[in-house]
């Protein structure tokens, strides 16, 4: 009597617990006074210590009140990686049907929802179907669970729909031969059965409107049962209740089709009306769109669970096409089922029904394996054993994603292996994330370990907007020395531990029109990214430490910056935070001046890099980067008044600045004002050529447009700019690195005043433009620049859709300076300018550029070359650069290539000879030989600046089409 007791107790407070239901997509109505929820993603429903959990579900929820009380009533319907924990038993399930009773609230809790009825969505009728519960008892499936009658509801809160659907059958020989059928009836079933035996080659189609349609099977012999009509007619006169009981025994070159998914046995058993089934000797083809192709999964024997779920045992797996794969991964248990897109942070992505322009849950095919040993090559070399793995079936399970091999002076022998964390760790792979392991060992350096990602998604936290990261961390313990090159061959590192740590998140705000960016970047030392990573060092944004925010209203923004210094070898001016305001374009006067404004103000401690440790490292501290810190305000105002003489644009203006810094160069506080007047202006005239043609040029018709440009400027400051610190970045560490080491291996320890970066500011007028992020780069000066802009334009393409382009483009440009001896060493004219563009055809350009100055020791750049394209095939390019300015002197001959030789043959590569020292410069080249099963990438490189010779060898596994995988050959594996 106690436990009974303590039954009744239990099962009160149970009733009277809070239901609570979570997903990450609902889609729901009412009907017949009852709620109606189809839920997708991270299904939860709990009460009291109940929970149950799954990838999907249907709920039915209705309530009834008696007197002051209201009882809720619901019928759930749980479908894929099915959890059930009571405070008696944890369960799993493929399926499930419970009920739930609650005197109290049922609380919802759902990231998406669409009030749409869907009462022909697939899910919905398995729902129905099973809680039917109309089966043969005899089938009746394992995972149908009914409660108690005399304890259990019943059913009597829900009204469960019928389907009210039907199926045929067809049967017709598999060749031209006639296959022999006979039928017989047994009542010794209830109810009744027709048997149907066929041998001789048989295929039977099922229609069947509530599951794929169509389901086809074809074999040499088959046993057919079905209900019995009574009648005595054919089976392919018969039409049947979807609820009513089909099975199949087939025997010898079983095909089944159902869907896009296609198995193929010796032996089977299957319940079409359950989807359930048995083969033996079989072979599993689930077709995946993001790979174009199929899934393998071939197995001694194969349950097929529900319509999309199968377990394979002693089964290997592959998205090989060949019928001996070069790679597979064996494992005694396999199962593939779908589960629907989730996202860690945001709501994950959706396909959207055309036809109605709802969202509707993306279902992923995932696979499943236990006791894995992936193998390769027809002798099944095992390579790798893991005793778990789960993932997309995209990218069925095979962990490690890249193995590369190389060899050179510097790093030694290295293997170096990426693998993904998802499958090793058997955790679901969320929508947009990626999530690798990096394992290296470099022989002459040490061992490396790290982990990336990167993911992208939208409405993270519920806010509509896109967002996407990165992140990398990576370490090693290494006992080598750096060679970053020409003087710097041998430098001894701070320490053995090195590394790297970084993150950057990049967030749009959609309802508030803002932008949010957040980054952390560590490094272990001055020197560790340009010996690991040089191209990043060399070419992308500056590993530093920020939050920043930017919200945009008509014509006026304001962003809000805080960067700490975490890397002390690097010249860092920490804000703490900088407050900016801009408004652009404002008018004013009845729009006859636009006023447009500036101001900021942040606490700013600009801190100089520290110096590296091995003497050996050049190092000369860059004069305008001083240890100083304080308040930095500053305001601009600019007044526009434009207008139109005849046909020339004129837009006089006026600026001025007020600006203040706690802290300058000689530790004082000081102020400056600017003030600058000019007036820019611009007349456009073209005159068109219409009956030029020439196939040769690829010309059609000519359009010949000039733009003439002036803008005469004078400044006048009150404060010179050697006063100032350049507290705002003028320069990435890349650039400054190179400074720190120029003054000495190059100028002799004194900077010539030509080669001053901040002189060179000012003479471009890079920091008088209203918004430049640098307004200290502002002097006295006077000058009047002038450009000349000039297009020949042709038409291109279709008759009926004929576009314009540029056939050729040359724009030129000098400045003049009235005070010359002030402002351009001497010289009158300076800052010379040109660019030249020349598009032959389609896929051939001819460029050139150029810049000079003609004082002693001025810059003489200029370029050409000849560039190539053959759509996504390739390109080449060939050209040469002159640099030389001062004591520089380089006349540099470079040439590269990227091109599919064939559908298996891919290659890249490039080199760059110094005409004017006689030096190489350096080569690489890469090919890539595109196998059924895998890329492999052949590469050499040659650093004559290093004095490095390098080859390496890198395998890729070849799974979907050629852009799902390679980052190394992206654009040109676009290529079919």
């Given at each position: 009597?106690?436990?009974?007791?303590a039954?009744?107790?239990?099962?009160?407070e149970l009733v009277r617990?809070?239901i609570?239901?979570?997903?990450?997509?609902s889609?729901?109505?009412t009907e017949?006074n009852q709620?109606?929820q189809?839920?997708?993603?991270?299904?939860v429903?709990q009460?009291?210590?109940t929970?149950?959990?799954?990838?999907?579900a249907?709920?039915w929820q209705?309530s009834?009140?008696?007197?002051?009380?209201v009882?809720?009533?619901?019928?759930?319907?749980?479908?894929?990686?099915?959890e059930?924990e009571?405070?008696?038993r944890?369960?799993r399930?493929p399926?499930l049907?419970?009920?739930m009773r609650?005197l109290?609230d049922?609380s919802i809790?759902?990231?998406?929802t669409?009030?749409?009825?869907?009462?022909?969505?697939?899910?919905?009728?398995?729902a129905?179907q099973q809680?039917?519960?109309v089966?043969?008892s005899?089938?009746q499936?394992?995972q149908?669970?009914?409660?108690?009658p005399e304890?259990?509801?019943s059913?009597?809160g829900?009204?469960?729909p019928s389907?009210?659907?039907?199926?045929?059958i067809?049967?017709?020989?598999?060749?031209t031969?006639?296959p022999s059928i006979?039928?017989i009836?047994?009542?010794?079933?209830?109810?009744p059965?027709?048997?149907?035996i066929?041998?001789?080659?048989i295929t039977?189609?099922?229609?069947?409107?509530?599951?794929f349609?169509?389901?086809?099977l074809?074999a040499?012999?088959?046993?057919?049962w079905?209900?019995?009509d009574g009648?005595?007619?054919?089976?392919?006169?018969?039409?049947?209740?979807?609820?009513?009981?089909l099975?199949?025994?087939?025997?010898g070159?079983?095909?089944?089709?159902?869907?896009?998914?296609t198995?193929?046995?010796?032996?089977?058993?299957y319940?079409?009306?359950?989807d359930r089934?048995?083969?033996?000797?079989?072979e599993?083809?689930?077709?995946v769109?993001?790979l174009?192709?199929?899934?393998?999964?071939r197995a001694?024997?194969?349950?097929q669970?529900?319509?999309?779920?199968y377990?394979?045992q002693?089964?290997w797996?592959?998205t090989?096409?060949?019928?001996e794969?070069?790679?597979?991964?064996?494992s005694?248990?396999i199962?593939l089922?779908?589960?629907?897109n989730q996202?860690?942070?945001g709501q994950?992505?959706y396909?959207?029904d055309?036809?109605t322009?709802?969202?509707?849950p993306?279902a992923t095919?995932?696979v499943?394996?236990?006791?894995?040993?992936?193998?390769i090559?027809e002798?099944?070399?095992?390579?790798?054993?893991?005793?778990?793995?789960?993932?997309?079936a995209?990218?069925p399970?095979i962990?490690?994603?890249?193995v590369t091999?190389?060899?050179?002076?510097i790093?030694g022998?290295?293997v170096k292996?990426?693998?993904d964390?998802?499958?090793?760790s058997g955790i679901?792979?969320?929508?947009?994330?990626?999530w690798?392991?990096l394992a290296?060992?470099l022989s002459?350096r040490?061992?490396?370990?790290?982990?990336s990602?990167d993911?992208s998604g939208e409405?993270?936290?519920?806010?509509?907007?896109i967002?996407?990261?990165?992140?990398?961390?990576?370490?090693?313990y290494?006992?080598?020395e750096?060679?970053?090159g020409?003087d710097?061959?041998?430098?001894?590192p701070?320490q053995d531990?090195?590394?790297r740590?970084?993150w950057?998140?990049?967030q749009?705000?959609?309802?508030?029109?803002a932008?949010?960016?957040?980054?952390f970047?560590?490094?272990?030392?001055?020197?560790?990214l340009?010996?690991?990573y040089?191209?990043?060092?060399?070419?992308?944004?500056?590993?530093?430490t920020?939050?920043?925010?930017k919200?945009?209203?008509?014509?006026?923004?304001?962003s809000l910056?805080?960067r700490?210094?975490?890397?002390n070898?690097e010249n860092?001016?920490?804000?703490?935070?900088?407050?900016?305001?801009?408004g652009?374009?404002?008018p004013i006067l009845g729009?006859w001046l636009?006023w447009?404004s500036?101001?900021s103000i942040?606490?700013?401690n600009?801190?100089?890099?520290?110096?590296?440790?091995?003497p050996?490292?050049?190092?000369?501290?860059?004069?305008?980067?001083?240890d100083?810190s304080g308040?930095?305000m500053m305001t601009?105002?600019k007044?526009?008044?434009?207008?139109?003489?005849?046909p020339v644009n004129v837009?006089p203006?006026?600026?001025?600045?007020a600006?203040?810094?706690d802290d300058?160069?000689?530790?004082?506080?000081?102020?400056?004002?600017?003030g600058?007047?000019?007036i820019r202006?611009s007349l456009?005239?073209?005159?068109?050529f219409?009956?030029i043609?020439?196939?040769i040029?690829?010309?059609?018709?000519?359009?010949h447009k000039i733009?003439l440009?002036?803008?005469y400027?004078?400044?006048?400051?009150s404060?010179?700019l050697?006063?100032?610190?350049q507290?705002?970045?003028?320069?990435d560490?890349a650039?400054e690195?190179?400074?720190?080491?120029l003054?000495?291996?190059t100028?002799?320890?004194v900077l010539p005043a030509?080669?001053?970066p901040?002189?060179y500011?000012?003479?471009?007028?890079?920091?008088?433009?209203?918004?430049?992020?640098y307004?200290e780069?502002v002097?006295?000066?006077q000058?009047?620049r002038?450009?000349?802009?000039?297009?020949?334009?042709?038409?291109v393409?279709?008759?009926e859709r004929?576009?314009?382009?540029d056939?050729?483009?040359?724009?030129?440009?000098?400045?003049?300076?009235?005070d010359q001896?002030?402002?351009n060493f001497?010289?009158?004219?300076?800052?010379?300018?040109?660019?030249?563009?020349?598009?032959?055809?389609e896929?051939?350009s001819i460029l050139?550029d150029?810049?000079?100055d003609?004082?002693?020791?001025?810059?003489?750049?200029?370029?050409?070359?000849?560039l190539?394209?053959?759509?996504?095939?390739?390109?080449?390019?060939a050209g040469?650069?002159?640099v030389k300015?001062g004591d520089?002197?380089?006349n540099?001959?470079t040439a590269s290539?990227?091109?599919?030789m064939s559908?298996k043959w891919?290659?890249?590569m490039?080199?760059a000879?110094?005409i004017a020292?006689?030096?190489?410069?350096?080569?690489?080249?890469?090919?890539t030989?595109v196998?059924?099963?895998?890329?492999?990438h052949?590469?050499?490189?040659?650093?004559?600046?290093?004095?490095?010779?390098?080859f390496?060898?890198?395998?890729?596994p070849?799974i979907g089409?050629f852009?799902?995988?390679s980052?190394q050959?992206?654009?040109?594996l676009?290529?079919?």
């Amino acid at each position: 009597m106690p436990s009974l007791r303590a039954a009744e107790t239990s099962e009160t407070e149970l009733v009277r617990a809070p239901i609570t239901i979570a997903s990450r997509f609902s889609q729901q109505w009412t009907e017949q006074n009852q709620l109606i929820q189809i839920l997708r993603g991270n299904c939860v429903i709990q009460q009291g210590a109940t929970t149950l959990r799954s990838q999907q579900a249907v709920v039915w929820q209705r309530s009834e009140q008696s007197g002051d009380e209201v009882t809720h009533y619901l019928t759930i319907f749980l479908k894929d990686d099915v959890e059930v924990e009571e405070p008696s038993r944890s369960l799993r399930e493929p399926s499930l049907v419970r009920q739930m009773r609650t005197l109290s609230d049922v609380s919802i809790d759902i990231g998406k929802t669409i009030n749409e009825p869907a009462p022909e969505d697939p899910l919905l009728k398995q729902a129905i179907q099973q809680a039917q519960g109309v089966r043969r008892s005899n089938l009746q499936p394992t995972q149908f669970v009914v409660q108690n009658p005399e304890t259990d509801l019943s059913w009597q809160g829900v009204t469960i729909p019928s389907t009210g659907l039907k199926k045929h059958i067809t049967i017709e020989g598999r060749s031209t031969i006639q296959p022999s059928i006979s039928s017989i009836e047994s009542h010794d079933t209830t109810p009744p059965e027709t048997v149907t035996i066929a041998t001789g080659g048989i295929t039977v189609r099922v229609f069947d409107a509530e599951e794929f349609g169509i389901v086809d099977l074809t074999a040499d012999r088959m046993v057919i049962w079905v209900k019995s009509d009574g009648t005595g007619r054919p089976l392919s006169s018969q039409e049947f209740d979807g609820n009513a009981p089909l099975q199949i025994y087939m025997e010898g070159n079983i095909i089944i089709r159902q869907g896009r998914d296609t198995l193929t046995a010796t032996h089977a058993y299957y319940d079409i009306t359950d989807d359930r089934g048995l083969l033996l000797n079989a072979e599993l083809r689930a077709y995946v769109d993001e790979l174009q192709g199929d899934v393998r999964i071939r197995a001694q024997q194969l349950r097929q669970k529900s319509r999309e779920s199968y377990h394979a045992q002693n089964a290997w797996a592959t998205t090989s096409q060949f019928g001996e794969p070069g790679y597979r991964l064996r494992s005694t248990d396999i199962f593939l089922d779908y589960r629907y897109n989730q996202n860690w942070l945001g709501q994950g992505n959706y396909d959207i029904d055309p036809a109605t322009g709802m969202a509707i849950p993306k279902a992923t095919p995932w696979v499943t394996s236990l006791n894995n040993t992936l193998t390769i090559s027809e002798y099944d070399i095992p390579v790798l054993y893991s005793p778990y793995l789960s993932g997309p079936a995209e990218d069925p399970n095979i962990p490690i994603r890249s193995v590369t091999f190389e060899q050179d002076s510097i790093f030694g022998t290295q293997v170096k292996t990426e693998w993904d964390m998802f499958k090793l760790s058997g955790i679901n792979k969320p929508d947009g994330v990626e999530w690798g392991l990096l394992a290296d060992y470099l022989s002459d350096r040490g061992p490396a370990v790290g982990m990336s990602t990167d993911y992208s998604g939208e409405d993270l936290f519920g806010i509509p907007g896109i967002y996407n990261g990165e992140g990398l961390g990576i370490f090693i313990y290494d006992e080598g020395e750096d060679n970053l090159g020409r003087d710097r061959r041998s430098l001894e590192p701070k320490q053995d531990e090195r590394g790297r740590a970084q993150w950057r998140h990049w967030q749009r705000l959609e309802p508030f029109d803002a932008l949010v960016i957040g980054e952390f970047g560590y490094l272990s030392d001055r020197n560790y990214l340009e010996q690991y990573y040089e191209k990043e060092f060399d070419r992308r944004k500056d590993v530093e430490t920020l939050i920043y925010g930017k919200q945009d209203y008509e014509n006026w923004s304001w962003s809000l910056l805080t960067r700490p210094q975490v890397n002390n070898f690097e010249n860092t001016t920490e804000w703490l935070p900088k407050l900016d305001l801009y408004g652009l374009g404002e008018p004013i006067l009845g729009e006859w001046l636009t006023w447009s404004s500036h101001s900021s103000i942040g606490y700013a401690n600009l801190q100089p890099a520290d110096p590296p440790t091995d003497p050996n490292d050049l190092f000369t501290p860059i004069p305008y980067i001083t240890d100083d810190s304080g308040m930095v305000m500053m305001t601009r105002h600019k007044l526009e008044a434009p207008f139109n003489l005849g046909p020339v644009n004129v837009v006089p203006y006026v600026m001025g600045e007020a600006a203040y810094w706690d802290d300058g160069i000689n530790n004082d506080q000081i102020d400056r004002f600017v003030g600058q007047g000019g007036i820019r202006s611009s007349l456009m005239f073209s005159r068109i050529f219409p009956n030029i043609y020439s196939d040769i040029f690829n010309l059609n018709g000519l359009a010949h447009k000039i733009r003439l440009e002036s803008e005469y400027a004078y400044t006048d400051a009150s404060r010179s700019l050697n006063d100032i610190p350049q507290y705002n970045e003028i320069d990435d560490n890349a650039q400054e690195r190179f400074r720190q080491r120029l003054l000495t291996n190059t100028f002799g320890g004194v900077l010539p005043a030509p080669f001053d970066p901040r002189f060179y500011g000012v003479r471009t007028g890079a920091g008088t433009d209203l918004t430049a992020p640098y307004h200290e780069l502002v002097e006295d000066q006077q000058v009047l620049r002038l450009a000349l802009r000039q297009r020949l334009q042709t038409k291109v393409g279709p008759p009926e859709r004929q576009r314009i382009r540029d056939w050729m483009r040359l724009d030129m440009g000098v400045s003049y300076f009235p005070d010359q001896d002030r402002d351009n060493f001497g010289e009158d004219f300076g800052l010379y300018t040109g660019s030249y563009q020349w598009n032959v055809g389609e896929r051939t350009s001819i460029l050139a550029d150029a810049l000079y100055d003609t004082f002693d020791d001025g810059q003489e750049l200029w370029s050409l070359g000849v560039l190539s394209q053959r759509s996504t095939r390739g390109s080449v390019y060939a050209g040469i650069r002159q640099v030389k300015g001062g004591d520089l002197d380089s006349n540099i001959l470079t040439a590269s290539y990227s091109y599919v030789m064939s559908p298996k043959w891919i290659s890249t590569m490039g080199t760059a000879y110094d005409i004017a020292e006689d030096q190489n410069r350096g080569q690489t080249l890469t090919v890539t030989r595109v196998g059924a099963d895998f890329l492999v990438h052949f590469g050499f490189g040659a650093d004559a600046s290093k004095d490095n010779v390098s080859f390496g060898l890198s395998i890729e596994p070849k799974i979907g089409p050629f852009n799902a995988y390679s980052s190394q050959l992206s654009s040109l594996l676009n290529v079919r």
